[in-house]
């Protein structure tokens, strides 16, 4: 039996970020710290900040702008982060309202009604809240019978959501799946940090994943894999024990943090091994890959990876990106990628997906073109 991705759908916010606009902000902030903190500094009690560029940015990451929900909170610098009102809880959540929005364009690919589906699978970095799911939520508001969960891999969410909702399909679990990928990721970074300011933007993906397909755009799964190691080099300390444990809310580490060296050596040969084996297993060699759809997250990262995997440097259309417009959108950023990137395959053509990310946490999917 065949298990098909047979549409995808993406959600982009209306507001952006370049990289200028968020330096002008980022080195604003830095003055005015460096100014209010003179003496402390010139002490050697404080360190001074050091501002940033855009040429640092596009050097370091490959990404030159972001969408995000918000950008007035994050560019004021007496605020620098989102200003998102709270909703009621008689109001739609503001993750839902963004998984929908990608769901009905993933629906209108796959040529069926969202009451045909059985289940969806919400896979995100960050849930606005512990419960009701998120996942229970978009489904009632879809109209979906069945069952509906969240689940949180990081970056690799969205890899995750897909190989569960494959193995449900398969074992007669259900018959059509969605899954969903809402990223409010401006929500968890620390606009104040160099190193990492520039990394995240907002973006929410939709996938359907059914038995045999008659969709022009199904792609055939022949394979899943998922992959994890325990690393604390990508990490967020924000939950529900801060109060209990009375930890400060403001602190840097209940954003995110990350040791981006270590996880750039760490990471490529971990992902570069995983997909090998992942097509060895399947018995398809990389020459027969038209297209490696990866995680959106650096694009030094990328080549890397890509060009292992090759054994050459990869051409543009073997390896697209989309961070350079959308920034590290986590879990949505692979799909993004194969979204965008995906109409141009004949009959049989292969591809990889490929998400990876903190934990440390890899997953593959492995389709061809029906």
């Known amino acids: 039996m065949s298990v098909v991705i047979s549409g995808t759908g993406l959600f982009t916010p209306e507001e952006h970020i370049t990289n200028e606009e968020l330096v002008q902000s980022f080195n604003d902030y830095v003055a005015k710290y460096n100014k209010d903190n003179k003496e402390l500094i010139s ?29 007035e909170g994050i560019l004021d610098i007496n605020r620098m982060r989102p200003k998102l009102n709270e909703r009621p809880n008689s109001q739609i959540s503001i993750l839902a309202e963004m998984a929908i929005k990608a769901s009905e364009e993933a629906i209108n690919q796959a040529g069926i009604n969202s009451s045909e589906l059985d289940a969806v699978i919400c896979g995100c970095a960050n849930l606005q809240r512990a419960y009701p799911a998120i996942a229970i939520e978009i489904q009632e508001e879809l109209g979906i019978t069945g069952y509906a969960y969240d689940m949180n891999v990081a970056c690799s969410s969205a890899t995750f959501a897909i190989q569960n909702a494959y193995n ?32 995240f933007g907002d973006a929410c993906t939709a996938i359907i994943l059914q038995r045999d397909s008659q969709s022009e755009h199904a792609f055939r799964i022949l394979g899943t894999k998922l992959q994890t190691k325990f690393s604390n080099n990508i990490r967020n300390n924000f939950g529900f024990l801060n ?128």
């Open 43 to 71: 002490s050697g009690d404080l360190e001074a900040l050091v501002p940033s560029s855009s040429e640092f940015i596009k050097k370091a990451s490959g990404i030159e702008q972001r969408f995000v929900q918000d950008k």
């Open 168 to 199: 449900d399909i398969q074992s007669g679990v259900a018959d059509k799946i969605l899954v969903v990928n809402p990223e409010i990721c401006s929500g968890h970074l620390n606009f104040k940090d160099r190193d990492a300011h520039f990394i």
């Open 243 to 370: 109060a209990p444990e009375d930890s400060d809310p403001d602190s840097a580490d209940k954003l995110f943090i990350q040791k981006g060296r270590s996880v750039f050596k760490e990471v490529v040969p971990m992902v570069q091994a995983h997909i090998e084996n992942h097509l060895s297993d399947l018995e398809v060699d990389i020459t027969k890959v038209k297209r490696l759809w990866l995680h959106q997250a650096n694009l030094n990262m990328n080549q890397l990876i890509a060009k292992r995997l090759l054994g050459r440097d990869p051409e543009e259309n073997e390896m697209p990106i989309i961070l350079n417009n959308y920034a590290n959108t986590s879990s949505a950023g692979s799909i993004i990628a194969f979204h965008q990137n995906k109409n141009d395959f004949s009959k049989d053509q292969i591809g990889v997906i490929s998400s990876f990310g903190a934990g440390y946490s890899v997953g593959s999917v492995i389709i061809q073109k029906i």
